[in-house]
């Protein structure tokens, strides 16, 4: 890419760091920004040209409006065959990363993985209660082993409701049966989801869009939600903790070390041992001062809401982060890798280690993780990264851009920051929502898109938010962004509207909450159960005054949580790319006003960001009327007697 430094930091990546290693490299290798650049979308299936369908070998069909394939399927039966097969994908990546945290559970129990623990037995405890396990007087490693059973068994659940389903509001819950979209297990919703959309099978496209939400729900409440609390179960429920993120944490005089992926298991290992003073002494007979471990993507959040590892950067950072020619090893699990890092790592001294069982790239050297092998296989490949130091091929280009960071916001620890260690509560949150110093609380969430600049939206939405006293929660790259941008710097307090600062300054807490990765949005499915529980804003989760937004979504999985939040209750938004229903509006109506009806949230898409975000408002604000909370109220500030009269009222 031949542009300079404005440019690029004007149309390609907010983040200057990237801006700075892009214009550094002048298009001398390629990127994912130089990919973009140089090739289009196919127009078939993109915008609202016609769609495509290709489930059997009569086609490709190319359907327009008018249209249909060669078996008379029509434009409308084509998008939600698609739409859920995207959702059958995502709901796979998320819950297959719940299944194997589910076995690793029972491993841990046995004692059969090494170098892991039950570090959070509380947790243990509310998992185990909520999947039905009797607790009492029970051995903690019966009670994991039980749960790592029960959870197994309800991802793969074939008959009923999945269990977990009971910790949304009990409302909600009878929303979901009345319009029979309950799930079993998250394995067999999938299933349904691929066999329905074989050939010749189901053809009606509300039907077929009832089943991809039971699926996504069977994801939001079943497999990531397994994922999130078995993770704070065996690396710890975060609290909060103080880091820095940005490409400036790599080190010049340092062994780095990046990991990258979505799983916690192997990097939580490693991130332990890289302060092993064996290894920090070998370091430096290699002639480096230390060993320094950071993140990228998904893997990047779970380090750094349990350790405070810095994370470097998100989705569009990974290939930059090589280019600056200071990594001596990225070690990779799943999801949201690029196979151009393989052909990449070539140019640099980088070595590319692929590990999980089912994923390998071309390039990559592949070390498998098996559970048993953890502290073993984690010594072998810090050690590598090692060796690898003084073989740096060229000087190193580390840009100097850093940014301060508070993240770890569980559930349970926004519960102890709003009530502190006696009374934690949500209430103090519903009082400033009711007495609109608070108008509502938004989740900015997903995946960057190279299609768009770098983290611009979800930036901008976050300040914007923030200055219009809404509460914002992040995950996933979303959630990098902001601290990239400084956003989750203490500092960045100064930004938010008076009424959140007076809340904010009150209780001690950040107008932006970092909640995690993306399996941890069910960390928000939890929060605002709770919300509704706590009382004062209505019966179930669709009352509550907020919104979801995916502002630069690319992933399946962003399609599944998307599907899942609205179908929760939430209205949800996404910008960015078109939801791969564009061309059918028959579909998009069941996702708006179908969906509305049905389930109180919906699913759009809006390109422009300033409608989106004028959009999300005006929905805080018509479901804070409907709440009747619409008209500001002065505090009042009760003496002794008042509080009886009340009390006794
Ligand atoms: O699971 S936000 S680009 S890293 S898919 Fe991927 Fe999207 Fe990033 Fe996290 Ni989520």
Not at 63 to 68: A, H, I, Q, S, Y
Not at 118 to 136: Q, S
Not at 218 to 238: K, Q
Not at 463 to 485: P, Q
Request: glycine fraction near 10%; hydrophobic fraction near 40%; aromatic fraction near 4%.
């Amino acid at each position: 890419m031949k542009k300079n430094y404005e440019d690029i930091l004007e149309e390609v990546s907010e983040d200057k760091a990237v801006a700075e290693i892009l214009e550094k490299l002048g298009g001398e290798v390629s990127t994912i920004f130089d990919r973009a650049a140089s090739t289009k979308c196919c127009p078939i299936g993109s915008g609202i040209s016609g769609i495509c369908c290709k489930n059997c070998s009569m086609g490709p069909c190319r359907v327009r409006e008018g249209k249909t394939g060669l078996c008379g399927a029509t434009l409308e039966t084509i998008a939600a065959r698609n739409f859920a097969r995207h959702i059958a994908a995502g709901a796979a990546a998320h819950s297959d990363h719940g299944r194997d945290l589910a076995h690793l559970l029972g491993l841990v129990a046995e004692g059969k993985a090494p170098g892991l623990e039950i570090k959070d037995e509380l947790k243990l405890m509310k998992f185990a209660g909520n999947l039905g396990i009797e607790i009492a007087d029970r051995d903690i490693k019966e009670i994991a082993k039980e749960a790592s059973e029960k959870a197994l068994s309800s991802i793969g659940q074939q008959l009923g409701e999945v269990n977990l389903i009971k910790m949304a509001p009990e409302k909600r819950q009878e929303v979901w049966r009345k319009n029979n979209v309950v799930p079993r297990g998250v394995d067999r919703e999938i299933v349904e989801v691929m066999h329905r959309t074989h050939i010749g099978v189901d053809q009606d496209a509300e039907h077929i869009m009832d089943q991809a939400v039971r699926c996504a729900i069977g994801d939001g409440w079943g497999g990531s939600m397994i994922a999130t609390e078995i993770s704070d179960i065996l690396f710890n429920t975060p609290t909060a903790v103080r880091a820095k993120a940005n490409l400036g944490m790599l080190k010049d005089d340092e062994v780095n070390l990046v990991i990258h992926g979505h799983e916690p298991t192997l990097s939580e290992i490693i991130v332990e041992l890289s302060s092993d003073d064996e290894l920090i002494e070998y370091a430096k007979s290699k002639g480096s001062k230390g060993i320094n471990v950071v993140g990228i993507c998904c893997t990047a959040n779970e380090v750094l809401m349990r350790q405070g590892v810095s994370p470097i950067g998100n989705f569009l950072s990974q290939e930059i982060a090589i280019a600056t020619g200071a990594i001596e090893l990225m070690v990779v699990d799943i999801q949201c890798i690029m196979q151009a890092l393989g052909k990449l790592t070539e140019s640099y001294h980088t070595k590319l280690i692929t590990t999980s069982p089912k994923a390998k790239i071309t390039g990559a050297l592949h070390m498998e993780f098996k559970d048993s092998n953890g502290p073993e296989l984690a010594r072998e490949i810090i050690k590598m990264a090692i060796d690898n130091f003084p073989n740096r091929k060229r000087k190193t280009y580390i840009p100097n851009v850093t940014a301060g960071l508070v993240a770890g916001f569980s559930h349970e620890y926004i519960k102890y920051m709003l009530g502190g260690r006696f009374r934690e509560s949500f209430r103090p949150l519903n009082d400033a929502i009711i007495d609109g110093r608070i108008q509502g609380a938004v989740a900015v969430v997903g995946c960057n898109n190279a299609r768009h600049c770098h983290d611009k939206y979800h930036n901008f939405l976050t300040r914007e938010l923030i200055k219009r006293d809404c509460l914002v929660v992040l995950t996933g790259c979303a959630a990098i962004s902001t601290a990239k941008c400084g956003l989750m710097d203490p500092e960045a307090l100064k930004y938010a509207g008076e009424g959140l600062r007076s809340v904010c300054e009150a209780v001690g807490m950040p107008p932006i909450l970092h909640l995690g990765s993306c399996v941890d949005n069910s960390r928000i499915l939890t929060v605002l159960s709770e919300v509704v529980q706590e009382g004062g804003l209505g019966e179930d989760i669709s009352d509550l005054p907020v919104a979801g937004i995916a502002p630069e979504w690319m992933s399946e999985k962003a399609l599944s949580i998307g599907t899942y939040v609205a179908a929760s209750g939430v209205y949800t938004v996404f910008g960015g790319e078109p939801i791969p229903v564009e061309s059918s509006s028959e579909v998009k109506e069941i996702m708006t006003t179908g969906w509305q009806k049905k389930y109180g949230g919906q699913l759009e898409y809006i390109s422009d960001i300033e409608e989106l975000l004028d959009k999300v408002l005006s929905v805080i604000q018509e479901k804070r009327k409907a709440l009747k909370i619409d008209t500001k109220k002065e505090r009042v500030l009760l003496d002794m007697e008042a509080r009886r009269a009340l009390k006794n009222v």
